[in-house]
Each structure stands twice: as C-alpha cells, then as structure tokens.
C-alpha cells in the first residue's frame, strides 16, 4: 500500500522546538521531491518547506520559517524530516508531507501537483 504517515506533532510551549517525520511505504522516496504544507483554521494551506529528490541539495522555505525550520532526508530510511525549532503560536496547524517528481518550485505554488499526500499531524504552540 503506498502511503506517507506523518508523525510527531504535539502541543509545545513558545520557543519550543519539534522534529516532524514523513515516512513513505509501498514506494521508494528517493526520486521525489518532498514538501510539508500546513493549513490552520481558517487559512489557505501554505507551502512551508521542500527539499528535492535523491541528495536533497535543493531546498524552499517560506519566508515565516527561514532561520528557524530545517529540512532534511534520510533516503535509506525512505523518511523526509522538518526540525521546527523557536516555535510560534502563528506556526500552529495541521502539518501535511506530499511527494512528487517536479521540483521544489512547487512549495510556492497556490495548488501544488504533488503525487502522494499524507494525512496531516498536529502542530500546536500555545502556553
């Protein structure tokens, strides 16, 4: 069965820091460029960070996250990562990986075309 399952959302304190997991199964995440989009009650769903396929040497953040997020994959354990650190309560939302095989010029599109989504984790920064 080919899926994403994303993990490690939680409630943290402002200034805290999360690490996200998107783990593929059923296919093999190397090929693909891989991105976590977030949408908040209320709010357009928003590209927050890409990186691109096999070595991930290209990577997109928006604007809001640079400096604070990272992102990352370990292609042998078919996972991407997120390491969300300085957390905000404006960061709050549901947290969603999705692959695909264009580039990562896609995270700042309005309607990405992305492959495979995953089901989303929450994120929610509050004291």
């Known amino acids: 069965q080919v899926q994403l399952v994303e993990s490690g959302g939680e409630l943290v304190q402002p200034g805290g820091s999360l690490r996200l997991s998107c783990v593929a199964s059923?296919?093999?995440?190397?090929?693909?460029?891989v991105g976590w989009f977030r949408q908040a009650p209320g709010k357009e769903r928003e590209g927050v960070s890409c990186?691109?396929?096999?070595?991930?040497?290209?990577?997109y953040y928006t604007d809001s996250v640079k400096g604070r997020f990272t992102i990352s994959r370990d292609n042998a354990k078919n996972t991407v990562y997120l390491q969300m650190n300085s957390l905000k309560p404006e960061d709050t939302a549901v947290y969603v990986c999705?692959?695909?095989?264009?580039?990562?010029?896609?995270?700042?599109?309005?309607?990405?075309?992305?492959?495979?989504w995953g089901r989303g984790t929450q994120v929610t920064v509050s004291s």
């Open positions: 999705a692959a695909t095989p264009h580039s990562v010029a896609v995270c700042s599109r309005a309607s990405p075309i992305m492959t495979f």
């Open positions: 059923g296919f093999t995440l190397g090929p693909y460029t």
């Open positions: 990186i691109g396929s096999s070595s991930g040497g290209n990577t």
